[in-house]
């Protein structure tokens, strides 16, 4: 079936950047959509980025618009989330997923993403 692994999570101070990375394997390596959500204490697990395999079209959240980054290499079948400006409210439990359904798109912002498959997540502390 495939399997999603998390790496590069960590602690960084406000301002800080990161970057995740997300290696695929299996059946999953070959989907379509691919992205990443995230989950804080005591709220609701949020999709903030997806990437289109084909065409490589991407879409955010708006509270992650104009500072992370998700990108590929389908060579080797890594999923990337650079993010940069990070601040307090972005930690969380970051996690790669596969099989984007359902998506929701509201003039080009990420309204909604959910996953198929999952990954069992990093890690991500941000300090003022």
């Known amino acids: 079936q495939g399997q999603l692994e998390e790496s590069g999570g960590g602690s960084v101070q406000t301002g800080g950047s990161l970057r995740l990375s997300c290696a695929a394997s299996?059946?999953?390596?070959?989907?379509?959509?691919m992205g990443w959500s995230r989950q804080a204490p005591g709220k609701e697990r949020e999709g903030i980025a997806i990437?289109?395999?084909?065409?490589?079209?991407?879409y955010y959240a708006n509270s992650v618009k104009g500072r992370f980054t998700v990108s590929q290499d389908k060579d080797k079948n890594i999923l990337y989330l650079q993010m940069d400006s990070l601040l307090p409210e972005d930690t969380a439990m970051y996690y790669c997923?596969?099989?984007?359904?359902?998506?929701?798109?509201?003039?080009?912002?990420?309204?909604?993403?959910?996953?198929?498959?999952w990954g069992q997540g990093t890690q991500v502390t941000v300090s003022s």
């Open positions: 997923g596969a099989d984007c359904r359902p998506v929701r798109v509201v003039d080009g912002t990420l309204m909604r993403a959910e996953f198929g498959s």
């Open positions: 299996g059946h999953v390596a070959s989907n379509y959509c």
């Open positions: 990437i289109y395999k084909s065409g490589g079209v991407t």
